[in-house]
């Protein structure tokens, strides 16, 4: 706030709007003598230079500047006439009277030597900065360099001399250019909330892409006069339309006036953001209409910026111009009354294509339904558009009717996985996935080596996705087979669609049960080792690795992870999941909970909608058993009822899922419980046939157990599979007395845990076993089984004792089911009550309990209500 002592030029300021903008007058605030704010008309810095200037604790001299106010002379007599009436007292008798201010070379140590005698800050507020005469520029940065009093704060439309290198080598400046005037999301949000208007994701989304976040084409989207319950993309723009018509119309006046101009700016008008490579690429098409002198491309933009038509952004070496939304509104109808637009678009999009504007291109192409263009545009960067376009590629695409999406499937492909993004559009991407699969059959005959490896990766991730796994692992397959089979330069043109190819095709072999053809796949990525591509790459090794036990590798691959800097939004959304994944599961191992759940956690933004939640539940589930099986009962329960009634997950997932809740339930001591949950299968595989196993050893079947274990020996499993089945047979060995046989087992887990990073088997197996095995190991064993065995493991498992009950205790506990009362307990079965009593103590001695409650829950776990011979 302004001290009560300060005084502000006769000029008013610009009247405050709505929205206070505290990130961009913080940028302000920072200690410099001159502040640049830069925009095109209608972005919004007369209004922040007017804020600024509000906030500094000074004497303000505000200045709207135009022609007359342009040359040395009537610049410092309208600044010299106001610092006396603002400070409210003479400055110096030297320059009092104006009016015989000297020439140039004399001027300026006269000024500087009056302006060191204030007593108390200036600021000078310049609004029109691009009206100052170069001459005027360079005495105003000298005197300012020498007045430490004086600060100077400046709104221009153009890139001017203010920003040139030598003027920020003489004072301390601080620019906010055009991008940054933009309304941000949560600007925009704040906007709608303080004109009463629904301030939702999916309307902030719609004002935004509709007014590119221009301050001005914002409030005008704002200003409807009948604002839509539900607004749609066409609605807005339309509205804007309306709003061009009456605020800027004088754009179509340069035709009489710079009939070049207007031409290059209607041709460029259909791209966003104008690189000034092909506004030259324009102006050469255009040659006649803008010949003469200053006619090139850069001239051209020049005079459109000082019209405040638009801005320059991007640094020397990469110009782009952007055109206000309201200017490109009416340059856009101009071009399409015209019958220019579809050249113009072609032409543009050519040249995006050619320089490496991939998203660009994509974008316009949709936008003018350009489909073929799209989808080659789709395909080179088809991972990218996902990354960083996802609102605008639902924007651009979903509008296209599903029978031309038929015809373009990569297209499909792109809308049905960033629908999946969106937990309230799923029902639309399983609609479009199926729509992908469908236009690849009838499609993909007449495609090259090269497109049709693309496109068997996008089918095999849609099948994916949609637990299609077998089918979608044997697309990968044969994508790959493709992949591998071509020369360096073919390799080339596919450029960073190899790291899609290989790393979408590699989680389809994953979720297809071939995790070793997986991590093949992977090795495939020609991505260079310190491209941020790679890192995609880098991720699904690290979670393949660790997912199947693997945990020396996987702890290698992640120490590199965690020394590369990864794009921001990477680390914690889909590209980084198996990365955190695969932190997880080697914290897990090291008994680090705090630091699992940590990394578990990383993706909760995105885990309703990501492909891998089913893979997080069951860590999860891991991490629960060490930390409460029952919450963790709760947990997966949860997580798998808010996905109800989807299919994304397949057999084995679903499997993987039921398996985890069996071993929670058994480390609950709820042996009934556990029996329910294993998945039933005539051939069950080797997960379930290890977690069967572990059921009748902990009941105390050990003969059971290894007649179990005995059928899933010879399935191909993985590593850790393998480990907790080795463990699991050390200690059925050993309690049915194979000492010999047990040690040869133990020495084996032993050297397998050791070499894979593993300590969990040994938690998986009962308490009571893994106390024995120990003793095993130390009585003869190597030093490596000591070693390994003597890890400190979490008590999960407990052996659960099989009971024995007589006829009268059963029929006790079945009574007890309905009542606590003794006496009708006796009433109903006909016996006095000290007989209950005594035959409760009994049963109560022999459960282990000293309650109802408690007796019922040991019971059920022990399956006693299932007839005489259960348990």
């Not at 006649?288 to 952004?313: H, N, Q, V, Y």
């Not at 579809?342 to 991939?358: K, M, N, V």
């Not at 274990?709 to 059925?732: D, H, N, S, Y």
């Not at 190597?782 to 493991?793: D, F, K, M, P």
Request: net charge negative; hydrophobic share 50%.
């Amino acid at each position: 706030m302004l001290s009560s002592s300060t005084t502000v030029q006769a000029v008013p300021f610009p009247e405050r709007h709505l929205l206070s903008r505290p990130r961009l007058l913080r940028r302000l605030n920072r200690r410099a003598a001159l502040v640049v704010i830069r925009g095109s008309g209608g972005s919004g810095k007369s209004t922040l230079l007017a804020d600024w200037a509000r906030q500094q604790r000074a004497t303000v001299i505000w200045l709207d500047l135009d022609a007359t106010l342009s040359d040395p002379e009537p610049f410092w007599r309208a600044v010299l006439q106001g610092v006396p009436d603002a400070a409210g007292k003479a400055v110096g008798e030297a320059w009092r009277d104006t009016a015989e201010l000297p020439a140039s070379r004399g001027r300026v140590p006269l000024i500087q030597a009056g302006l060191r005698g204030l007593d108390q800050p200036i600021v000078l507020a310049l609004d029109g900065a691009e009206h100052l005469a170069p001459q005027t520029v360079t005495e105003l940065v000298s005197v300012l360099a020498v007045v430490p009093m004086l600060v100077v704060g400046a709104a221009t439309r153009e890139r001017g001399l203010l920003e040139s290198p030598a003027m920020r080598m003489a004072v301390d400046t601080v620019v906010v250019d055009g991008a940054e005037l933009a309304f941000t999301t949560a600007e925009t949000a704040e906007l709608l909330a303080a004109a009463g208007l629904p301030a939702d994701d999916v309307t902030v989304g719609l004002v935004r892409a509709a007014s590119g976040g221009h301050p001005r084409a914002t409030r005008a989207a704002l200003g409807a006069p009948s604002w839509p319950e539900r607004p749609s993309a066409v609605e807005l723009t339309r509205h804007l339309l309306a709003i061009a018509d009456a605020a800027d119309r004088a754009v179509l006046d340069l035709g009489a006036e710079d009939s070049g101009l207007l031409a290059l700016a209607r041709q460029s008008s259909l791209v966003e953001e104008l690189p000034l490579g092909l506004a030259e690429t324009l102006a050469e098409t255009l040659a006649e209409t803008i010949a003469g002198p200053g006619a090139d491309a850069a001239g051209l933009l020049d005079r459109a910026e000082s019209l405040g038509l638009g801005s320059w952004g991007g640094d020397p070496s990469a110009r782009v111009f952007h055109f206000t939304p309201l200017v490109r509104v009416i340059l856009r109808r101009e071009l399409a009354a015209r019958g220019e637009a579809e050249a113009a678009g072609r032409l543009a999009i050519g040249w995006l294509l050619a320089h490496d504007g991939i998203e660009a291109a994509f974008l316009l192409a949709a936008q003018t339904g350009e489909y073929e263009l799209a989808s080659a545009a789709a395909a080179r960067r088809f991972d990218g558009l996902l990354v960083d376009y996802r609102a605008e590629v639902r924007a651009v695409l979903a509008p296209v009717p599903l029978q031309t999406m038929r015809q373009f499937p990569l297209l499909a492909m792109l809308l049905a996985v960033s629908y999946n993004e969106v937990a309230r559009l799923r029902p639309r991407a399983l609609e479009y996935f199926d729509l992908a699969i469908l236009g690849a059959k009838a499609v993909r005959p007449g495609l090259g080596v090269t497109e049709a490896i693309v496109l068997d990766t996008m089918v095999s991730s849609a099948l994916r996705v949609t637990a299609q796994s077998g089918r979608a692992a044997r697309v990968a397959a044969s994508a790959l087979d493709g992949f591998s089979a071509l020369g360096e330069e073919e390799r080339e043109q596919l450029g960073l669609l190899s790291t899609t190819v290989t790393t979408q095709c590699g989680l389809s072999l994953l979720y297809g049960d071939e995790p070793d053809a997986a991590l093949a796949a992977f090795r495939l990525c020609p991505a260079p080792l310190d491209s941020p591509h790679s890192l995609r790459v880098l991720s699904a090794q690290a979670g393949t690795h660790a997912l199947i036990g693997e945990m020396a590798e996987a702890a290698v691959i992640v120490a590199e992870g965690r020394a590369r800097t990864w794009p921001r939004g990477w680390a914690d959304g889909y590209v980084g999941s198996l990365f955190q994944l695969a932190q997880a599961l080697l914290a897990i191992e090291a008994l680090e909970f705090e630091a699992a759940r940590a990394h578990l956690n990383a993706i909760d933004e995105h885990i309703g909608t990501i492909e891998h939640w089913g893979l997080f539940a069951g860590a999860q589930a891991r991490l629960d058993l060490y930390s409460g099986a029952v919450a963790g009962l709760d947990r997966l329960n949860m997580a798998r009822h808010r996905r109800r009634g989807r299919t994304d997950l397949d057999v084995r997932g679903r499997a993987d899922l039921d398996i985890a809740a069996s071993t929670l339930h058994l480390a609950a001591g709820n042996l009934r419980a556990a029996e329910a949950d294993l998945p039933t299968a005539k051939r069950p595989g080797p997960a379930v046939l290890v977690a069967r196993a572990r059921l009748e050893l902990v009941r105390e079947a050990p003969d059971l157990a290894l007649a179990v274990l005995a059928e899933a020996a010879p399935l191909p499993m993985t590593p850790r599979l393998r480990a907790e089945l080795t463990a699991l047979t050390c200690a059925v060995r050993l309690r049915l007395g194979r000492r010999d046989e047990a040690r040869d087992a133990l020495e084996s887990l032993a050297a397998t845990l050791e070499g894979l990073g593993l300590m969990t088997p040994l938690a998986l197996i009962p308490v009571e076993d893994l106390r024995d095995l120990r003793a095993l190991a130390d009585a003869g064993g190597s030093a490596q089984a000591i070693r390994v065995l003597g890890q400190a493991v979490p008590a999960v498992l407990r052996r659960i004792r099989a009971l024995s009950l007589s006829e009268r205790e059963r029929v006790v506990l079945r009574e007890l089911v309905a009542t606590s009362s003794t006496a009708e307990i006796a009433e109903a079965l006909f016996v006095s009550v000290n007989t209950v009593k005594s035959q409760l103590r009994s049963l109560y001695r022999k459960l282990g309990v000293s309650s109802r409650e408690e007796a019922l829950v040991v019971a059920a776990a022990q399956r006693l209500f299932d007839g005489p011979d259960a348990g």
